[in-house]
């Protein structure tokens, strides 16, 4: 809390929403990136689950009986997560704000590109390799799997291009 | 909980000795506080939202001891559920948002404050404030009471009710406190232990919730269980989201960048 930047160092530490690929971003505005990456991977774990999946489209439940206690821990993990990197995107954007930067079609990208990190993930570790739970219950699920994994790779095309674009020589922050 | 109506007419006055002490206890502190505004009136820097805070969260303590909701309680696990998100999370907050300890020092003399903040340097506030060991003691005892026999012992016992109760509102005041308390503290522990224990304890509150919907607590119904244990996770959420916020503008503030700099960084840009 002492130090300028305690979130640029923890960011590792997180491993979660994308944030893996700031890492080699030495350009300017790499914390407007790692704001929008944080905010995009929070907001599709808490906000956009909650919204679309539980409320709207009534696809995800609060409990599948079928949950296993390694489900419920790491779903328990990611809730929290979820929601911690929600809060912490914004209140980075805010300091960069006060210091005078911030580019809002940059953070914009990241956002996009983090909505799409952590839908992959959670798409292909949590839906296929781990299993814990499904995007629709009683259907097959090919259809629903690739639309959900095409979408995500796509937002992160869209996100990279974004970024790729408001990312050469300019200053950001 | 429909496996001990039995007990309710033989114990109603041990209950009701409960209820009045605790009516007791908060009328006190009600009148603790407005002696403490009024000793240090001449001091400056005490809000009204402060006040306002700290009766808010007396209400939220007092809503879910006494009264119609305790009754409801002892008959209906969402009823239960409502009355701990009271006590031990919304009072907690708003009474650790109040600075309750900030306007004891303002109103007592210098000897006497000075007491008062030995007590809190002391070696057990210490360790009893140390995020790890407050949140063992949160979340720890929740899981003690929901799984294991103590929350039938709790409807079956004034005594247990109690001691359940006074550990589920002070461990929920010292969590909330070495969280985002604006109390003076002597032993703040760093952000990220903060924030990494942060995410530990909510993870825990979400996965207990989840599991009390599946293994419902003994004597309570399925329905009532699957009720009680949403309101458990979502309202759990609506505070632990406060709590994230409110972590996060705590460090807003200490990373305030100086006038100065900042005036810099302007005239760079322009």
């Not at chain 1, 639309?147 to 300019?170: C, D, E, K, Q």
């Not at chain 2, 009516?23 to 403490?36: D, E, H, I, K, R």
């Not at chain 2, 001891?65 to 409502?82: C, D, E, K, N, R």
Request: a positive charge.
């Amino acid at each position: 809390m002492s130090t300028g930047e305690p979130n640029a160092r923890n960011e590792a530490r997180t491993g979660r929403g994308g944030a893996v690929e700031t890492r080699h971003e030495g350009r300017p505005g790499k914390r407007t990136v790692l704001s929008g990456l944080l905010f995009g991977g929070g907001i599709a774990a808490s906000i956009i689950d909650l919204f679309i999946f539980h409320l709207g489209l009534q696809w995800h439940h609060f409990y599948d009986l079928s949950t296993s206690e390694v489900a419920l821990v790491s779903d328990g993990f990611f809730h929290a997560f979820g929601w911690f990197i929600t809060v912490w995107g914004l209140f980075l954007l805010a300091d960069i704000r006060r210091r005078g930067g911030g580019n809002w079609k940059r953070w914009t990208g990241a956002v996009v590109l983090g909505i799409g990190a952590f839908q992959l993930l959670d798409g292909v570790l949590n839906h296929k390799i781990l299993g814990i739970h499904q995007i629709r219950y009683g259907v097959d699920l090919l259809m629903y799997d690739t639309v959900w994994i095409g979408s995500a790779v796509l937002f992160m095309v869209i996100g990279l291009l974004v970024l790729r674009m408001t990312g050469s020589g300019r200053r950001a922050r | 909980m429909h496996s001990h109506d039995s007990p309710q007419t033989p114990v109603l006055d041990d209950w009701l000795a409960f209820e009045v002490l605790v009516a007791a206890l908060l009328v006190a502190a009600a009148a603790g506080y407005a002696w403490a505004l009024r000793a240090g009136r001449h001091r400056s820097g005490r809000t009204l939202l402060r006040t306002v805070m700290f009766y808010a969260g007396l209400t939220c303590a007092g809503v879910s001891l006494i009264g119609p909701l305790v009754q409801a309680a002892h008959g209906s696990f969402t009823a239960h559920m409502a009355g701990h998100l009271s006590l031990g999370m919304m009072a907690p907050l708003l009474l650790v948002l109040s600075a309750p300890v900030s306007l004891l020092l303002r109103g007592l003399s210098v000897r006497r404050a000075r007491a008062v903040s030995r007590v809190l340097r002391s070696p057990y506030v210490r360790v009893i404030t140390h995020p790890v060991v407050a949140a063992l003691l949160n979340a720890g005892g929740l899981w003690v009471l929901y799984t294991t026999p103590l929350f039938h012992a709790m409807h079956a016992s004034v005594w247990w009710h109690a001691l359940v109760h006074t550990h589920i509102f002070l461990a929920g005041y010292v969590f909330t406190a070495s969280m985002v308390g604006v109390d003076p503290d002597p032993h703040r522990a760093p952000f990220t232990l903060r924030a990494g224990v942060l995410i530990a304890f909510i993870a825990a509150h979400s996965i207990l919730a989840k599991w009390l919907y599946a293994h419902p607590p003994m004597g309570v119904e399925t329905a009532d269980a699957q009720l009680g244990a949403q309101l458990m996770y979502y309202g759990g959420d609506a505070v632990d989201v406060l709590l994230i916020v409110l972590l996060f503008a705590g460090w807003y503030r200490a990373t305030k960048p100086r006038a100065t700099s900042l005036a810099g960084m302007r005239t760079a840009r322009s």
